[in-house]
């Protein structure tokens, strides 16, 4: 298929080349800024332009990897009637793209995308949607052409994913951190948690979280929990974290 | 070396193993409950007791594998001079054992013990501590016969590792938890999140979680942090948490 990429961020430069690579062809790129345009046009060997009016009107798909609040703005001025459109945003409901085409959906990968991020989207699952069996097709056609887990959900259970993955992705780097920061205070190298990290991870591949949480909370151990909160008293921003995350194991282990 | 356990719980039975594996001689297992003093002693082949002066006197070492608040009633009671004495826990300083012998030391894997627990400790490093020569002699031979990283550190320096391994498994596991909630309510498998877990820990391998942090805190991402929170009025116990941990990471964003 011949496809417009709108964007030239990360999530545009990993989907860019992974559908270049599984046989697409991409004819251009566009971005607001004509210097990023450029660079991602000159990864994949396509045309660039910074100006909405010359976007190419005979491709097959238009890919808005954009973020959230400049996908509204773009498609309150693009339209693409007779050609599918689709985005890539988690929390954005698929309708956002109703007035820029009659076909559309939306493909979106579960990965966190950074620049360390590996380009083989093999093993990544990917959620589609999509409003009609034409752009069903186009979009199931690119998403098997990268994973090969692809799955359909609603925007609502989309936006329910993402939060999903916020608790598990964000916020437990964001506890590795805050870990890291305890450990080094103390003059220890955050390293010597690794082993245990990985065990954790372990564990829940193949168990119900619920049903491997270990911890002083979990068996309500308030002699080691006051003895943390004391310690902790050093560290005020994560006090209250402990403390809530406490609460809410205890609540569970009842 | 001769051994005494006390205690016949998870890091009784995974120790005492695994001192047997490396060469060592467990003559007797002490627990108050006699039924499972004879499990683990049927188990490591050796005696057993629920009788404190019936202790085996001349054993080289006293190993104490029992919860916290157990130690210190055992403790109160039980003498061992001119042996070493060792115990397990985190959050308790070396010195509770002070009263029971001359030399004494700690032994802390840093594991979370249960059982789907791999009896292979190889790869777990093991945090030791002792009072003296002799005994930080029979507590290292202890810990590198089970473990290839045995690393010395205080009492304080224990009580924060604890702190730190808190937040990195047990808070971090309940965060799994959590959005395997969030998913099942929405009639998702938690499944589909295993890759992202899977990336997020290897990221920190080799990054500083610090510098791997994404999502909507980090990138101050308003719009969407707004829309997590209204459907998370549906989940009142994980609203505060997501409330919580997103301001934390948005402060070390600025």
Chains 1, 2 share one sequence.
């Not at 009107?57 to 400049?70: E, M, R, S």
């Not at 205070?185 to 049903?211: Q, R, Y």
């Amino acid at each position: 298929m011949k496809i417009v990429l709108i964007g030239s961020g990360n999530v545009a430069t990993h989907l860019g080349k992974a559908f270049s690579i599984s046989g697409h062809d991409i004819l251009q790129v566009f971005s607001n800024t004509e210097v990023n345009a450029k660079a991602l046009a000159t990864i994949l060997k396509c045309e660039f332009t910074n100006d909405m009016d010359k976007i190419i009107p005979n491709a097959d798909v238009y890919f808005i990897a954009l973020k959230d609040d400049a996908i509204e703005g773009f498609t309150n001025k693009f339209r693409c009637l007779g050609k599918v459109i689709i985005h890539t945003s988690a929390s954005l409901p698929m309708d956002v793209l109703k007035k820029t085409s009659n076909d559309y959906g939306v493909l979106y990968p579960l990965q966190t995308f950074n620049k360390m991020m590996k380009l083989d989207l093999t093993n990544i699952p990917i959620f589609i949607e999509a409003n009609n069996d034409k752009s069903k097709k186009v979009v199931t056609l690119l998403a098997m052409g990268i994973s090969n887990q692809v799955i359909e959900l609603t925007s609502d259970q989309r936006l329910t994913l993402h939060i999903a993955a916020v608790f598990a992705n964000n916020f437990t780097n964001h506890l590795y951190k805050i870990a890291d920061d305890i450990l080094y205070a103390s003059g220890l190298e955050f390293d010597i948690l690794k082993p245990l990290i990985k065990e954790t991870v372990d564990k829940v591949m193949s168990n119900k979280p619920a049903n491997v949480q270990t911890g002083p909370a979990s068996r309500q151990d308030d002699k080691t929990i006051k003895k943390h909160l004391e310690l902790l008293k050093n560290f005020p921003s994560y006090k209250p974290i402990y403390e809530l995350l406490s609460e809410s194991i205890e609540k569970q282990s009842k």
